[in-house]
């Protein structure tokens, strides 16, 4: 193992955001963790008083003078603590602070990899997957694009989507892996590609080509995977000179938008498929005409909300489409209840993803509405399973899905 | 007044635990490389003006809260610069009339924002009641006010001619009220019992969830998202 230093990879601004914590105790109130492992060590604070524990070990006076004094016990417990989190950013957000936990804990992930704490045994499979595969899940690369082939011999879809590697186009329609992989949620990508046809926009997907974004690597601190997916997709993007990328998945959506950032500078616009479809109604090239008449409920995807800020282009979608009645959970938008499934949680801890799952779908319910509407796959998927899971009347929808129908 | 002279020493000791705690953090923050600002010049500024100041972070969380803890936080600076930086509060040339009301201000501001912070632990924050830390920290504040308070007032009583008493609008009051009770408040123990919880508090500052008192501000200007 690595000589280990908490501290290596953070900057002067992020361990003094470590001990700007007022012990306020509000992310207790909020973090979607401890509502279903109500053990204090999981909540940010606790997190955080460890961290300076821990670095005063490290770096404070006494280990300045006599030599740092941390046990691998130590790490060992808080590493446990630090993956038991889906870096949903709910606790920044409420922080009256204004910690920017979410990355200080990627950095902290970071660390436990390069040292080899981490990530935890049962992610270390995502990373293999997606260095071999360019997917988390083993899945064979030729088989990416093959949702797209079916559903237009199917006649799901009217056109056949197009190979931005061979038809060059400006818009490129970015996948994502679940979207392509998990037959359930294909319809996710379908939808979404009608609507582009009914709109006219001439546009490509990749197919086989499509690497995954990086952004479970980034989660769970394999940063190497993260940068090499990174600069794959940057430099294959550039090459095609694409003047947009419009992703479904709001995960892959934070990486590219945000991340990608750090890496590289992007020569192409980065949109959310809610933001590329709400731009379309604007120029009236999808009207919403027929009446959808539904109660439903959004769920708000952490990445899309509280990471982007997109909290009303999914709104106004709905709104917009007739029939429809939008009914607020209790938490949302800001204060939105996370599903669990990203941070590595899924993978991590299937047992804490499943619980905060159920949780989100009692706030569903708890509206009265009859469907429950999402704007990323990610979530889309854990959502389902949970329905499944609960024997839940509820029905998950992903906004693309309601807009088609009022449109066709 | 021979124990007068051991308060200095106490008071050198309290600077050296004080230095202690927080060279620590010194320590710890400088071990961290250099990166740009996230919030830039604008966060810096806007942490200089707005969020340090008036504390915007808590204001979305509750009115009830951001008034308490706005209260203590500006009462607690105006002390500050009152008893520890005396010069500062110079330089605005105060006449005594506006000293002593502004004093008479922020003491009662004090106090009430104390209030509020108790009230709410026993209403809609119950879950920090078990807190020790959180304990002390209010203990604290609201010792070291009630313990400075006597001791103002008991100063107040020991001018015997009314009319050269100082204008202290509470104080003065207390003063008047206790002396129609027949009870005098004992001066010498009370200056004891003041500089030593204000000792034992400054000492406590970077051990505990005090240590926000100078952390946050830093923080607010260099290291957040939002400057």
């Known amino acids: ?408 | 007044m021979e124990l007068l002279s051991y308060l200095k020493y106490l008071k050198l000791g309290v600077y050296f635990v004080l230095l202690l705690g927080i060279s620590s953090h010194f320590l710890i923050w400088f071990s961290g490389f250099f990166e740009k600002l996230e919030g830039g010049l604008k966060g810096f500024l806007k942490g200089i003006f707005l969020r340090i100041p008036f504390q915007t972070g808590i204001v979305r969380l509750g009115v009830l809260r951001w008034i308490a803890h706005f209260f203590i936080f500006i009462s607690f600076l105006w002390f500050l610069f009152f008893y520890w930086f005396p010069s500062v509060l110079k330089f605005f040339s105060f006449n005594q009339r506006a000293l002593f009301f502004l004093h008479d201000l922020f003491s009662a501001l004090f106090i009430s924002g104390i209030f509020i912070a108790i009230f709410r632990r026993f209403f809609s924050r119950k879950d920090t009641r078990g807190e020790f830390e959180d304990f002390y920290s209010i203990s604290m504040l609201l010792g070291v006010w009630l313990s400075g308070f006597l001791l103002q007032v008991s100063k107040i009583q020991s001018i015997d001619d009314v009319a050269r008493r100082p204008e202290f609008f509470i104080g003065s009051t207390m003063a008047e009220l206790f002396d129609n009770l027949a009870i005098h408040l004992p001066f010498v123990p009370l200056l004891y019992i003041h500089v030593i919880i204000v000792l034992i508090f400054v000492a406590s500052i970077p051990w505990t969830k005090l240590v926000h008192i100078f952390t946050l501000p830093i923080k607010e200007l260099f290291g957040g998202r939002n400057g």
């Not at chain 1, 973090?31 to 300076?52: F, H, I, N």
């Not at chain 1, 595969?133 to 799901?156: S, T």
């Not at chain 1, 080509?209 to 990086?214: A, D, I, L, P, V």
């Not at chain 1, 940057?234 to 995960?251: A, P, R, Y």
């Open chain 1, 1 to 408: 193992m690595a000589e280990f230093s908490l501290s290596e990879n953070l900057s002067i601004f992020d361990l003094l955001n470590i001990s700007a914590c007022a012990s306020c105790r509000e992310c207790y109130l909020y973090c979607p963790v401890y509502d279903v492992d109500r053990r204090s060590a999981l909540t940010p604070r606790e997190k955080l008083k460890k961290l300076v524990s821990i670095l005063k070990k490290e770096r404070g006076l006494l280990a300045s003078l006599f030599g740092p004094r941390v046990k691998d016990e130590e790490i060992k417990d808080f590493l446990s603590a630090l993956y038991e989190c889906s870096v949903c950013a709910q606790c920044r957000e409420v922080c009256p602070a204004g910690i920017d936990t979410p990355k200080l804990w990627e950095r902290i992930r970071a660390n436990m990899v390069s040292s080899g704490y981490g990530p935890l045994p049962q992610q270390k499979t995502i990373s293999q997957s997606i260095r071999n595969y360019d997917n988390p899940w083993m899945q064979p690369r030729g088989m990416r694009g093959k949702w797209a082939e079916r559903a237009f011999k199917e006649g799901r879809i009217s056109r056949p989507v197009q190979d931005i590697t061979k038809n060059r186009a400006k818009v490129l329609y970015y996948v994502g892996c679940t979207a392509s992989y998990d037959q359930n949620i294909t319809e996710v990508a379908i939808n979404f590609v009608e609507l582009m046809n009914i709109a006219g926009i001439e546009f490509g997907i990749l197919g086989p080509r499509e690497k995954c974004c990086g952004s479970t690597p980034l989660r769970i601190g394999d940063y190497a995977t993260f940068e090499q997916q990174a600069i794959a997709n940057i430099e294959l993007f550039t090459e095609l000179k694409v003047d947009t990328v419009v992703f479904s998945c709001s995960g892959c959506f934070k990486t590219m938008n945000q991340d990608y950032r750090e890496v590289k500078r992007l020569p192409f616009r980065t949109l959310h498929l809610v933001q590329f479809l709400l731009e379309l109604m604007e120029e009236k090239k999808l009207v919403p005409v027929k009446e959808v008449p539904l109660k439903i409920t959004y769920h708000d995807p952490c990445h899309l909300g509280r990471h982007n800020k997109l909290y009303e282009e999914p709104r106004e979608i709905l709104r917009r489409i007739p029939g429809i009645e939008l009914i607020e959970m209790k938490r949302s938008r800001e204060f939105s209840r996370c599903c669990g499934a990203g941070g590595g949680v899924k993978a991590g801890f299937p047992h804490i993803n499943n619980a905060m799952t159920d949780m989100r779908i009692e706030d569903a319910e708890g509206t009265g509405a009859d469907e429950l509407v999402t704007a990323c796959p990610f979530c889309y998927q854990s959502l389902q399973l949970g329905i499944q899971r609960k024997n839940s009347y509820l029905k998950i929808r992903d906004v693309t899905e309601l807009l088609i129908r009022s449109v066709k």
